[in-house]
């Protein structure tokens, strides 16, 4: 039986040669692949640890044997190094029970192959990874099981399908069968979505596709009525807000705005201090999901006469969520307190952009928002929403 001695060696020496040149056949010169045994394993040369001492010398001794490797020892039997020999990798890899990489590649190019024109984010990542593979790179979010992976995209696959509140229990047991199996693979869903789609905070991305484990509620305050059932529930004289749960919004008939305009706000804390009793205000909680959306195109077809307005961030995920809810709602929202008269009035609220926000704002220099993204490259300069609440 083949020992852990054995299979951390032979396991350590493949790692490094399935990382070279000479796996993608891309070597000009021969290389060797080697280890230092000292330095695998530090308390070989420890003379209080015999056992471990003979044990790995047998081990050792027994690759050697087989012809698995090429080990260097002195006069008394210690090894220094222990190379791969690569005439022999067919053998080697059944002898670990490790599966060649060129045949795990080929089964990931198969599943990518399957998923890559399913939605835009799929087809980012699928071309990222068949590019990974060509240059001999690890593939992202694999941790060497295939079902996991094929999983993982499956999931993002049937996420940007979801158009109603779903909680995530039942989105694993309709796409998996098992409640369970999407809670494991959920960090590497989110991670990927982030990363290859358009979302400004990880933490909502399953909140904005509709992936909740409580209802969504809509928060709103300000001038106007709202119609529930045939019940009129005026708002104008409420000191704080009204929240409707996502169950109750097809209950409501009408919404009728009686200030001058309507206002979406982007974080909480402003929302809650936002005062101003000509605007009916609207809590977004950045990316609006499909219940504040059919809630605000609902207000909007019902009010369409009223200015409508955004207050966000002044960085790129402002501009961003911005840009989205006006896309996805169809509604032509006006940025509020979003611009370069902003950021001088609280310039000692700024913050300073990081790589990121440079590379994001980047994206917009040419757009609608110009002027104030070309202001905060040139001033390295970004600001909060809440900054605008503490004078």
């Given amino acids: 039986m083949i020992s852990n001695f054995e299979k951390e060696i032979i396991n350590r020496l493949i790692d490094k040669y399935e990382k070279s040149k000479s796996f993608t056949g891309d070597n000009k010169v021969n290389q060797r692949f080697t280890i230092k045994i000292p330095s695998l394993f530090p308390k070989y040369n420890d003379h209080s640890e015999y056992e471990l001492f003979e044990a790995l010398n047998d081990s050792i001794d027994t690759l050697v044997k087989k012809s698995f490797v090429i080990a260097k020892a002195n006069s008394a039997h210690v090894y220094s190094t222990v190379t791969l020999n690569v005439d022999k990798l ?45 240059s001999n790179k690890s593939i992202q979010f694999f941790n060497d099981d295939l079902l996991e992976l094929e999983n993982i995209l499956l999931a993002v696959d049937e996420l940007l399908k979801v158009d109603t509140e779903t909680f995530v229990r039942d989105f694993s047991v309709k796409v998996f069968k098992d409640s369970k199996v999407f809670e494991r693979i959920a960090g590497k ?53 009204l929240a409707v749960s996502s169950i109750m919004l097809s209950d409501i008939d009408k919404i009728d705005i009686t200030g001058k305009a309507v206002i979406t706000i982007e974080n909480l804390t402003s929302f809650h201090t936002f005062s ?7 809590y977004l909680g950045g990316y609006h999901n499909s ?25 790129a995920g402002g501009f961003k969520i911005l840009e989205h809810l006006k896309h996805d ?26 790589e990121n926000d440079k590379k994001r704002l980047l994206k917009l220099v040419d757009g609608q928002y110009h002027n104030v993204v070309k202001y905060m490259l040139d001033n390295n300069c970004k600001l909060e929403q809440e900054a605008l609440n503490v004078e």
């Fill in 291 to 315: 219940v504040r959306r059919e809630f605000i195109k609902k207000l909007h077809q019902q009010n369409s006469q009223k200015a409508f307005f955004h207050f966000g961030d002044i960085d």
């Fill in 90 to 134: 067919a053998e080697i890899y059944k002898y670990v029970g490790r599966q060649e990489k060129k045949d795990i590649n080929n089964s990931i190019l198969e599943i990518l192959a399957n998923y890559k024109e399913r939605n835009q984010i799929l087809n980012l990542y699928c071309t990222s990874q068949n590019e990974r593979i060509d």
């Fill in 189 to 241: 869903v989110v991670n990927l979505i982030y990363e290859y789609g358009d979302f400004p905070e990880k933490d909502k991305v399953l909140g904005n596709l509709n992936i909740i484990k409580n209802p969504t509620y809509v928060n709103f305050k300000g001038p106007g009525s709202i119609f529930i059932k045939e019940q009129r529930l005026d708002l104008t004289n409420f000191r704080g807000d």
């Fill in 276 to 282: 101003d009793k000509e605007m009916f205000a609207i």
């Fill in 329 to 354: 709602t169809g509604i032509d929202f006006i940025p509020y307190k979003m611009e370069i008269e902003t950021l001088e009035a609280y310039r000692k609220y700024t913050k300073k952009l990081t």
